[in-house]
Structure formats: structure tokens, C-alpha cells
């Protein structure tokens, strides 16, 4: 037999964590990587910190997991939360973000059946968009290599380029059910979405009666420097999913929506035998208490802003390497002109620094939020240390 008994669908690297200590992670073979990959966006309030810890052990000490038959005062509570920060009326728990895009699709698709119209279905999404690994997720994507080998794809998706509002327009017919798009496409290479774009597509979905649907699966809570980032657009989407960052590293993700777009989801529409459980919701709420209010998301603005003025600074030094910073807050993107998997590699096996790699050549640079001056300065020596071979001629 060769097959390992992990299925082997992951490209896995050498590095094996074992333990995590605040921004670091520390591997079977003892070695201290610097983490400015978090899990992909997911360990916001860093390893091991003990407002989450306290809470996940307490919780599973009392009740870990009751069906969604019974009432919930858990879900309640961070349901309540959820609406209070936000756009939203409703929340559906989830474990995964796919799970809560799949929500979103339906929530978005049984809008318009439930009035009637069987024949709105169709989701308008973007090129180079990532939403998650289910059948329903990879068909909302273009990109082929996630559809090889799983063919057919789910009907009811058309895919046009991201950012460009005309072709969304375009696009819409009879069938249109609503458009999916990620305000700052994350696995696509932290491309941002432009004002015009964000704003033209909210309008375009009033006009149409359409659902738009914000995909924050990476960029939510708080990693942008507003608790979600359609703030800094300044509109509302309808249905918003997400995940990662949410359960501070605990699977959680969520299905937010007004009152008026989930007007079908209504009993036996949708379910989930975990999703909610009081464990999820208690390591929720440890999360949404220490992010979601205004002097955390300035901390957050404030990092972002040192740690992306060290970087402008930082790849004027590397011409030939680097081309530009791109992000908002703490979802930063630096655009290589080398091959950006080789080079988040060897920062990580020759300088101890994690960061990932992302489309269009990007490494992606995803801190924890709760990073302080001292991370700032660490990565700024390990990138250094790991650009200056790659770029002989350089300034400094
Ligand atoms: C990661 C991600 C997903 C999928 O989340 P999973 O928890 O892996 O299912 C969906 N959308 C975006 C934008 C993501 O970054």
C-alpha cells in the first residue's frame, strides 16, 4: 500500500507545529517560525491566547454539543452579537466557510423561489474567486484547476471579471438570482475590489432585485480594520458569508442576512447537525469580545498602516524583486516579480518566517491581530535576510 493514510490532497512541507506560543509556532523538530500566515487568516487572536483557551475550556467542560432541535442560549447570544455589529438581521451557524457560501447561495436562490420565481437561479460571480472546496463553491469559481476531475459542475453560475462593472451588468438576465463577490479576493492574490465596483454592484442589485452577496470568508472580522470590509465601501450587502477568523482558530463560520433577503430560509428550509453548537459559539463570542469594538479595530488600522509603510518602504530597496503593496489593514499582499511560492518557501525554511503564497504571484501577508511592534520588526529582518540573495544589486 502507498497511499498514506492522511489522503494525500496537500502539497505538505516539512514544517510540523506542534505547539503555538502568541505569534510564533514551534515544530516537532523544535524550530520557532514567526507566523504571519495564521492558519490563512484564521488564528486572529494569535496561539494560545487565554480568553479563547478559558472559554473553550470552560464551555467543554459544561455542555459541548446538543442538537438544533433544542433551544440555544448560546447561539442566541453570539447571533445577537453578529446583528448588533453589523448589516444583519439573521444568522446561520456553520462549521466551515464553505458551508457558509453554500448558505448564502441557497438563502440568495430560495429568495426569489419562495415568491415564485423558479426560474432565478443563476449566481453571478468572478473570475479568479475563491469560495471553498463543495461541489456548489468550486462551480461559483472559474479557476479549472479545482473543477478537473470533478466534472459536471453545478449549473447556475456565470463567471466575469472581477472588477470590471459593465461585464457584471452584462451578465444579468432573466435567471439572475444575485452576485457573489469578495471584497479583497484573498486565495486570488489580495485583489481589492474597487470603489465603483463594490458600490455600481450594490446598486445594479437594487435596480434588479438581486441578492448581492459578500463572500468574507478571509477578509471578515476585523483583518481589514473594520469588522467587516463592505464598511470601508460604504454600502450593505444582503447575505455575507464567514468563517475563518471567526472562531479564532475553532471551526465556525456563519450565514448573515437582512430580514428581506432571508425571507425563505423559514422551517426545514436549511440545517446542520454541528452548526452552533455551544462549544462554536463560546469560542465566537471570546473572539467577538476582544475584536469587535472600536479601540481593537484602531489597534488593527494602526498595525496595518506601520506594518504596510515598513513594506513600501522595504521593496523600493528591491526593484527587481518587488512590485507593489496591495491590501487593507492587516490583509496585506506584496506582488513579486519572481515566482511567490519558491519565495515564501525558502523565507520559511531559511528564515523561520511564515507567509503564504497566494495567485498572481503574491505572498500573502496575514498576521495575527494582536501583532506589536516587536512582530513588526522580526519580519522586516527575516524578509530582509530573505530577499537580499534573491536580489544582488540591492540598494540596502
Ligand atoms: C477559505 C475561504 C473559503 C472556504 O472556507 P473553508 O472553511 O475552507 O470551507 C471561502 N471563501 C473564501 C473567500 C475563503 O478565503
Same mark, same amino acid.
Given at each position: 500500500?502507498?497511499?498514506?493514510?492522511?489522503?494525500?490532497?496537500?502539497?505538505?512541507?516539512?514544517?510540523?507545529?506542534?505547539?503555538?506560543?502568541?505569534?510564533?509556532?514551534?515544530?516537532?523538530?523544535?524550530?520557532?517560525?514567526?507566523?504571519?500566515?495564521? !492558519?490563512?487568516?484564521?488564528? @486572529?487572536? *494569535?496561539?494560545? $491566547?487565554?480568553?479563547?483557551? =478559558?472559554?473553550?475550556?470552560?464551555? &467543554? #467542560?459544561?455542555?459541548?454539543?446538543?442538537?438544533?432541535?433544542?433551544?440555544?442560549?448560546?447561539?442566541?447570544?453570539?447571533?445577537?452579537?453578529?446583528?448588533?455589529?453589523?448589516?444583519?438581521?439573521?444568522?446561520?451557524?456553520?462549521?466551515?466557510?464553505?458551508?457558509?457560501?453554500?448558505?448564502?447561495?441557497?438563502?440568495?436562490?430560495?429568495?426569489?423561489?419562495?415568491?415564485?420565481?423558479?426560474?432565478?437561479?443563476?449566481?453571478?460571480?468572478?473570475?479568479?474567486?475563491?469560495?471553498?472546496?463543495?461541489?456548489?463553491?468550486?462551480?461559483?469559481?472559474?479557476?479549472?484547476?479545482?473543477?478537473? !476531475?470533478?466534472?459536471?459542475? @453545478?449549473? *447556475?453560475?456565470? $463567471?466575469?471579471?472581477?472588477? =470590471?462593472?459593465?461585464?457584471?451588468? &452584462? #451578465?444579468?438576465?432573466?435567471?439572475?438570482?444575485?452576485?457573489?463577490?469578495?471584497?479583497?479576493?484573498?486565495?486570488?492574490?489580495?485583489?481589492?475590489?474597487?470603489?465603483?465596483?463594490?458600490?455600481?454592484?450594490?446598486?445594479?442589485?437594487?435596480?434588479?432585485?438581486?441578492?448581492?452577496?459578500?463572500?468574507?470568508?478571509?477578509?471578515?472580522?476585523?483583518?481589514?480594520?473594520?469588522?467587516?470590509?463592505?464598511?470601508?465601501?460604504?454600502?450593505?450587502?444582503?447575505?455575507?458569508?464567514?468563517?475563518?477568523?471567526?472562531?479564532?482558530?475553532?471551526?465556525?463560520?456563519?450565514?448573515?442576512?437582512?430580514?428581506?433577503?432571508?425571507?425563505?430560509?423559514?422551517?426545514?428550509?436549511?440545517?446542520?447537525?454541528?452548526?452552533?453548537?455551544?462549544? &462554536?459559539?463560546?469560542?465566537?463570542?471570546?473572539?467577538?469580545?476582544?475584536?469587535?469594538?472600536?479601540?481593537?479595530?484602531?489597534?488593527?488600522?494602526?498595525?496595518?498602516?506601520?506594518?504596510?509603510?515598513?513594506?513600501?518602504?522595504?521593496?523600493?530597496?528591491?526593484?527587481?524583486?518587488?512590485?507593489?503593496?496591495?491590501?487593507?489593514?492587516?490583509?496585506?499582499?506584496?506582488?513579486?516579480?519572481?515566482?511567490?511560492?519558491?519565495?515564501?518557501?525558502?523565507?520559511?525554511?531559511?528564515?523561520?518566517?511564515?507567509?503564504?503564497?497566494?495567485?498572481?504571484?503574491?505572498?500573502?501577508?496575514?498576521?495575527?491581530?494582536?501583532?506589536?511592534?516587536?512582530?513588526?520588526?522580526?519580519?522586516?529582518?527575516?524578509?530582509?535576510?530573505?530577499?537580499?540573495?534573491?536580489?544582488?544589486?540591492?540598494?540596502?
Amino acid at each position: 500500500m502507498s497511499i498514506t493514510p492522511l489522503m494525500p490532497v496537500y502539497p505538505r512541507c516539512d514544517v510540523r507545529p506542534v505547539r503555538g506560543e502568541n505569534c510564533h509556532l514551534i515544530s516537532e523538530d523544535g524550530r520557532r517560525f514567526l507566523d504571519f500566515a495564521s !492558519g490563512i487568516a484564521v488564528n @486572529l487572536l *494569535g496561539h494560545s $491566547h487565554p480568553a479563547l483557551i =478559558d472559554a473553550i475550556q470552560r464551555q &467543554a #467542560a459544561t455542555l459541548m454539543h446538543v442538537s438544533n432541535l433544542y433551544g440555544s442560549p448560546q447561539g442566541e447570544a453570539l447571533a445577537k452579537q453578529l446583528v448588533d455589529l453589523t448589516f444583519a438581521d439573521t444568522v446561520f451557524f456553520t462549521n466551515s466557510g464553505a458551508e457558509a457560501v453554500e448558505c448564502a447561495i441557497k438563502t440568495a436562490r430560495i429568495y426569489h423561489q419562495s415568491a415564485g420565481a423558479q426560474d432565478r437561479f443563476e449566481i453571478i460571480t468572478f473570475n479568479n474567486a475563491f469560495h471553498g472546496r463543495t461541489m456548489a463553491t468550486i462551480s461559483a469559481s472559474n479557476q479549472e484547476k479545482m473543477h478537473n !476531475g470533478f466534472y459536471p459542475m @453545478l449549473p *447556475g453560475f456565470r $463567471h466575469v471579471e472581477f472588477n =470590471d462593472l459593465e461585464a457584471a451588468k &452584462a #451578465a444579468i438576465g432573466p435567471n439572475t438570482a444575485g452576485f457573489l463577490v469578495e471584497p479583497i479576493q484573498g486565495e486570488g492574490g489580495i485583489r481589492v475590489a474597487t470603489e465603483e465596483f463594490l458600490q455600481g454592484l450594490r446598486k445594479l442589485a437594487g435596480e434588479h432585485d438581486l441578492m448581492l452577496i459578500l463572500d468574507e470568508v478571509q477578509c471578515g472580522v476585523a483583518r481589514t480594520g473594520t469588522f467587516y470590509a463592505y464598511e470601508q465601501y460604504g454600502i450593505e450587502p444582503d447575505i455575507l458569508a464567514t468563517a475563518k477568523g471567526i472562531g479564532g482558530g475553532f471551526p465556525l463560520g456563519a450565514c448573515l442576512a437582512t430580514e428581506k433577503a432571508a425571507r425563505g430560509m423559514t422551517f426545514g428550509t436549511h440545517g446542520s447537525t454541528y452548526g452552533g453548537n455551544p462549544l &462554536a459559539m463560546a469560542a465566537g463570542k471570546a473572539v467577538l469580545d476582544v475584536v469587535g469594538n472600536d479601540e481593537f479595530l484602531a489597534q488593527v488600522r494602526a498595525s496595518g498602516e506601520k506594518l504596510r509603510g515598513r513594506l513600501e518602504q522595504f521593496i523600493g530597496n528591491y526593484p527587481d524583486l518587488f512590485s507593489e503593496v496591495r491590501g487593507k489593514g492587516l490583509m496585506l499582499g506584496l506582488k513579486l516579480k519572481v515566482e511567490s511560492r519558491p519565495f515564501v518557501a525558502h523565507l520559511r525554511d531559511h528564515h523561520g518566517l511564515l507567509a503564504v503564497a497566494a495567485g498572481d504571484n503574491v505572498m500573502r501577508v496575514l498576521p495575527p491581530l494582536v501583532i506589536e511592534d516587536d512582530h513588526i520588526d522580526e519580519f522586516m529582518e527575516k524578509l530582509s535576510a530573505g530577499a537580499a540573495p534573491y536580489s544582488p544589486e540591492a540598494v540596502s
